[in-house]
């Protein structure tokens, strides 16, 4: 077979035609499909809108991690140093003046700005100290102010002074009898 | 603000209606082309207009992702041939469609069957001889005979060189010599 002739088979065999109403089919097809064009610009536009979520969300994280630190503190983190001295012995005065049953809590409850207070501090629980600790440490500082150590810690409760007397205990001696088989036994009886 | 939109969604509107325009061109321009494609790997009237309209529907939804609008035709027909070859294998998987239609005169039993027509028997004889090509030696055969496509345009068509392209044309010319003389 020559070239030609191949030439002229294969053109003849690719010289088929689709039907009239292929192109019309075409464009029905093409009409019933969604239109892309606006899916498409759609999609243009998420990338932005995810940005403006995770920056809604940050800005919401942020907000939140503020109010958090606007929590009230036990401790009084923006006086100066000598504040917690002067309320210790605020305390202890009111303590040695009262019966001081209840524990009460050192200084104030103030409400911390997010600025003065570290952010640690909000998350520390809140300490209750025995009147006892308070009178001894109050009694600490002032002896320490005058340079006399008390030997003793004063207390008002003597009752843990005293010394409890223990009455002597009698016991009696008990004898206890062998039990009849193992006497026997004993003596040499040998069960038949 | 309200004008704003309304402008927006107009000129929206028009890009679309011209995108539509400009697809409706490529679409009288390259529907043959597409079908013929299918056809050179189905040898099935309906089922190639079938793979042509599914080609198109594909090429129409992506149609606006493609930058460079002279290469839509390049880019038709390698998605007509993919999803002609798709068609095929699912086809041969039914077990249907294993001769096409139009050419069931032709009976694997008792190898090739004359009919009246000695056209339509060349026709076959050639189709047989086509359908033993490897696919890649098979699309370029197909490509260059369809509309005188050249060399140059098989490798712009199918984005590989024009050398390899002559190669294959070589190899499948001789081929379908062998089978045909």
């Known amino acids: ?68 630190q606007t929590i009230p ?22 303590a040695v003046g009262s ?32 009147p006892d600790e308070v009178r001894g440490f109050g009694l600490l500082i ?29 016991i009696t001696p008990v004898d206890i009898e062998p039990l009849p ?8 009886d040998h069960p038949q | 603000m309200h004008e704003r939109a309304e402008f927006l969604a107009g000129s929206l509107v028009k890009l679309d209606e011209d995108l539509d325009r400009e697809f409706e061109a490529r679409l009288v321009e ?46 038709l027909v390698r998605m007509t041939w993919r999803t002609a070859i798709d068609r095929r294998r699912s086809n041969r998987r039914r077990g249907a469609h294993e001769v096409g239609a139009e050419m069931m005169q032709l009976t694997a039993a008792s190898g090739f069957v004359a009919t009246r027509d000695p056209a339509q028997d060349q026709a076959a004889e050639l189709w047989a001889a086509i359908d033993t090509l490897p696919d890649k030696l098979r699309m370029v055969i197909v490509l260059a005979s369809i509309e005188g496509h050249d060399v140059r345009e098989v490798a712009v068509l199918l984005g590989i060189p024009e050398g390899t392209v002559k190669s294959r044309l070589f190899l499948a010319r001789q081929r379908l010599k062998e089978t045909l003389r």
């Open chain 1, 1 to 68: 077979m020559t070239d030609h002739e191949l030439d002229r088979r294969l053109t003849a065999a690719f010289e088929v035609k689709p039907s009239p109403d292929f192109l019309a089919h075409l464009r029905v097809v093409i009409v019933a499909d969604p239109p892309p064009t606006r899916w498409r610009l759609s999609l243009s536009f998420a990338a932005p809108g995810a940005v403006l979520v995770v920056a809604a969300g940050i800005a919401v994280i942020v907000g939140w991690l503020a109010g958090e």
């Open chain 1, 73 to 94: 503190s036990p401790l009084p983190v923006s006086v100066s140093h000598n504040e917690p001295i002067q309320s210790v012995l605020a305390v202890e005065q009111h």
């Open chain 1, 99 to 130: 019966s001081a049953s209840q524990p009460r809590v050192l200084g104030a409850r103030p409400r911390v700005k997010s600025g003065v207070a570290p952010l640690a501090t909000s998350s520390l629980p809140e300490v209750l100290i025995s």
């Open chain 1, 142 to 170: 002032t002896s320490a102010q005058k340079a006399t150590i008390p030997a003793v810690l004063p207390t008002d409760d003597v009752s843990t002074s005293e010394t409890l007397t223990v009455p002597p205990i009698d």
């Open chain 1, 181 to 188: 088989q193992m006497a026997r036994l004993e003596q040499g």
């Open chain 2, 30 to 75: 390259t529907s043959t082309l597409a079908f013929r494609v299918a056809f050179g790997v189905l040898r099935h009237q309906q089922d190639a207009e079938d793979v042509a309209q599914e080609a198109f529907a594909k090429a129409y939804r992506s149609f606006r992702q493609l930058k460079d609008r002279d290469r839509f035709r390049a880019w």
